[in-house]
């Protein structure tokens, strides 16, 4: 840590992560919110429980994209924490087309647009995946003493590539979780129809080992301390896959005092102190 530096305060959990859910806890001292809420009201709250979260602090509840695993749990949890909502017009517009999420009281956000949530910097970025307009976050304070933000902590799922921006946007988090889909070997070699193989290893669909390992050596700098994969798919994965290939590029690349870390579809991943 540098001289000078105000690192205290800053936690990330992934609450839960993969296809049947993803939900993600990022806080400051002050302010607990979530991104994405793919798990179900009661094991929401049951896991930021069981972290030492109540649920009843969480300032707002940020959503990714309108895929299943990133928001089925989304009006029940509503219901009975009553956070804000934010997520962009795209995301929306595609949501309120299911009627269980239809006129739920939107804050809107521009892809791009950072905006703030209590002494939160939430910054929006955008990621090519399919669906209407998909976005990564990075989640900075912006409370006294942190001015201009300082990126803190990434988070990225379902993205079927790295692009320039995502490249530029999660360099000098101290934290990420980002998404380590799938082996393409065992992608290729499941069961699986091949127009959906292609779906997930198209630039639209999803990270595989490897693009992640890529990714993260690229964006690892003095900063990084801890990052967590996150989606790993129950059938086209293996997490000592995953995490064998990006300690093995971040050693061949010489990248040191990188923890990486596992998330798990049925509970929360430790706590990294950011
Ligand atoms: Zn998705
Ligand atoms: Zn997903």
Redesign the pocket.
């Given at each position: 840590m540098r001289a000078g530096d105000d690192t205290k305060g800053m936690k990330l959990c992934v609450l839960g992560s993969g296809s049947t859910g993803n939900c993600v806890y990022a806080a400051s001292e002050t302010t607990h919110i979530l991104i994405d809420a793919g798990l179900s009201a009661a094991e929401t709250i049951r896991r930021l429980e069981s972290i030492g979260a109540p649920a009843r602090d969480i300032g707002a509840v940020c959503v990714t994209?309108e895929?299943a695993?990133?928001v089925d749990g989304l009006a029940a949890l509503h219901r009975r924490i009553r956070a804000p909502l934010y997520a962009n017009a795209g995301t929306i517009e595609a949501l309120e087309k299911n009627p269980k999420l239809q006129r739920l009281p939107w804050n809107v956000f521009a892809t791009g647009h950072p905006f703030r949530v209590g002494t939160l910097r939430m910054a929006p970025f955008s990621v090519p995946?399919d669906?209407y307009d998909p976005v990564g976050f990075v989640v900075s304070r912006e409370d006294a003493g942190a001015e201009p933000a300082v990126a803190r902590i990434g988070v990225m799922t379902?993205a079927g590539m790295a692009t320039e921006l995502i490249r530029t946007r999660l360099r000098g988090c101290r934290a990420v979780a980002l998404e380590a889909n799938h082996d393409l070997d065992l992608l290729r070699e499941s069961p699986r129809p091949w127009g959906l193989k292609q779906r997930i290893a198209s630039r639209q669909g999803h990270l595989s080992n490897a693009q992640a390992a890529e990714l993260i050596a690229e964006i690892a700098g003095p900063e990084l301390k801890v990052v967590f994969l996150a989606h790993l798919s129950g059938e086209c994965n293996r997490p000592e896959l995953a995490v064998g290939a990006v300690t093995r590029m971040l050693e061949a690349k010489g990248i040191l005092g990188v923890e990486v870390k596992l998330t798990y579809p049925d509970r929360p991943s430790e706590v990294a102190e950011c």
């Open positions: 994209h895929h695993d990133h995946h669906s379902d």
